[in-house]
């Protein structure tokens, strides 16, 4: 994992963006952020089980269909499984070192928030 600090990379609302095996971060303090980075940590693992590009390809086709189910681009982003597996567990440091193979699949279940 490489960590870099790339302010104008990443998007508005956001604060980090992970592209194996690179975590970008927006601000030079988020550097210091554990629970961003473990955030981040667990999206690098999800993007190493898929093989990288299928995970880019499943986390876009999830978004637009999260988009037309919840017709908020906020609530499909936080509902697309990879982002609800890592919200869920980012404040638990020890949770990479437990985490099954494919635990994303536990949040693909379909219902509203």
Do not use: C
Request: aromatic fraction near 20%; glycine fraction near 2%; hydrophobic fraction near 45%.
């Amino acid at each position: 994992m490489f960590l870099i600090v790339a302010k104008y990379l990443i998007p508005k609302g956001y604060r980090g963006v992970t592209l194996f095996p690179f975590v970008l971060l927006k601000y030079r303090e988020d550097l210091k952020d554990i629970i961003l980075i473990n955030h981040e940590k667990i999206h690098l693992r999800q993007q190493v089980e898929l093989l990288i590009v299928p995970f880019f390809i499943w986390y876009l086709l999830e978004y637009i269909f999260r988009l037309f189910q919840y017709k908020s681009a906020n609530l499909a982003y936080r509902n697309i499984s990879f982002e609800r597996e890592a919200y869920a567990n980012e404040k638990n440091n020890k949770y990479l070192a437990r985490r099954s193979f494919f635990r994303f699949i536990e949040y693909v279940v379909l219902h509203k928030k």
